[in-house]
């Protein structure tokens, strides 16, 4: 368990940029989508599906997020310290697009596109569930949603991150000796490492992944991303 645990902490700073990347998307399908309305050229189709597929993948990267940080930490993170406002709704909507197969984004005003409710979904006890989506437009409820996570994301990491197993020289040492197996590997690479096994093994005495820091400082930079997008 604690292998993995390492494993899950190692990959949270790369679950922010997959997460950055899905927002990014559906902020460049939504300025298209402007450009196409500014220019009354249509239909819109093609980028209206868009805008479903990167949203829905945005919502698997929010739950991706959540569960990475309960099993490196091994804490409980609920759907409500994640994202105060919009907890519930994410909740539901990603269970609504992966198990039930919705299309989220069902409506448009001028420029902008919705998710119109009540949405409807069947529940682990066979009953359906109806729930009102915010009333922002989709691109605003990213930014908005994507700030709060983020927030409450860096504020566990803060609190609880030192509960991340830290990886340790016999944990490289481990790594290096599964590199020797791997049908991945080409045999002149594994020659070159058992050649030089001694001076590799010695690099990693006092080698450190701080991945708190790490992933504090992706969560930063796509701060301010968001924050410099938003006001373009």
């Known amino acids: ?8 902490g190692n990959s949270l700073k790369g679950k922010i940029g997959e997460h950055w990347f899905f927002l990014q998307q559906i902020a460049d399908t939504t300025n298209i989508i402007k450009q196409k309305h500014s220019e ?9 599906d ?3 597929y ?6 698997n990267t929010i739950q991706s997020l959540k569960d990475s940080c309960q099993t490196t930490m091994d804490v409980d993170f609920s759907w409500s310290v994640l994202s ?9 909507c990603r269970n609504a697009a992966t198990h039930d197969g919705y299309h989220l984004i069902n409506a448009g005003k001028g420029i902008k596109n919705y998710i119109t409710g009540p949405l409807r979904r069947i529940d682990g006890r066979g009953n359906v569930v109806e729930f ?5 437009d989709i691109l605003t409820l990213c930014w908005n949603l994507s700030a709060e996570a983020l927030a409450s994301i860096g504020c566990l990491l803060k609190r609880e991150g030192g509960k991340i197993p830290v990886t340790e020289e016999a944990d490289f040492r481990k790594t290096n000796e599964a590199l020797l197996t791997s049908d991945f590997i080409p045999d002149e690479i594994k020659r070159m490492i058992q050649t030089n096994k001694e001076s590799i093994e010695a690099s990693f005495k006092g080698l450190k992944i701080d991945v708190v820091s790490q992933t504090l400082h992706a969560i930063t930079l796509v701060e301010k991303l968001i924050a410099d997008a938003r006001i373009s």
């Open 40 to 48: 009354q050229d249509y239909p819109l189709n093609t980028e209206l």
């Open 54 to 59: 990167f949203f829905s993948a945005y919502l």
């Open 1 to 8: 368990m604690r292998d993995f645990r390492i494993a899950v």
């Open 132 to 136: 009102d989506p915010p009333k922002e």
């Open 84 to 92: 105060p406002t919009y907890g519930d709704f994410i909740f539901y």
């Open 50 to 52: 868009r805008l479903n």
